[in-house]
């Protein structure tokens, strides 16, 4: 299942379905301020993407001591499709850190050069985050970041897991 749409020549699109595999510059998951396995999906992303992003997490912590909620880092993509996975630190039920985590995540991929940037629902793990703000949050923080600020993002993607929190992002992204 897909929705797509174009928001000033940068496209914007929907998938139900995993984003373990799929080819891009940068998949953008959901982190803490250490860099930690945590939550479901940080989890199975990194172990698929194996020891060696961890030890590349483990090396950023060393050196900012943490990183700051709402804030992005960029490691290797590991032995995943994609080339880079952005960390972006949303480890709260805040919906101001989650608009401030998606737009340090797109701000980050934009400044690096990435074309192809996929993200996942990134309040997926915080208990008691509620799905459909967290795709109000997300859909408008990135199309605002579109129109107002984008320079080499040509495709951003989200992928979700299940049907329910797809028709929450799709019923935003249709407003």
């Not at 600020?149 to 897991?161: G, P, S, T």
């Amino acid at each position: 299942m897909e929705y797509k749409t174009t928001v000033n020549d940068t496209k914007l699109e929907l998938y139900l379905s995993e984003l373990y595999d799929v080819a891009c510059d940068a998949i953008v998951i959901p982190s803490n301020n250490r860099l930690l396995p945590s939550g479901t999906l940080r989890c199975s992303v990194l172990k698929k993407a194996g020891a060696k992003v961890q030890v590349e997490c483990n090396r950023i912590v060393n050196q900012v001591s943490s990183v700051p909620l709402g804030d992005a880092v960029v490691t290797s993509g590991g032995e995943l499709s994609a080339q880079h996975i952005i960390h972006a630190n949303n480890s709260s039920r805040d919906v101001k850190s989650l608009m401030k985590a998606t737009w340090s995540a797109l701000k980050l991929a934009d400044k690096k050069g990435y074309e192809k940037v996929v993200f996942c629902a990134l309040s997926k793990d915080v208990q008691g985050f509620n799905m459909e703000a967290c795709a109000k949050v997300m859909i408008l923080t990135i199309k605002k970041y579109i129109s107002e600020i984008n320079e080499n993002i040509k495709k951003i993607c989200v992928f979700l897991e299940n049907q329910e929190d797809y028709e929450n992002f799709e019923k935003i992204l249709k407003e």
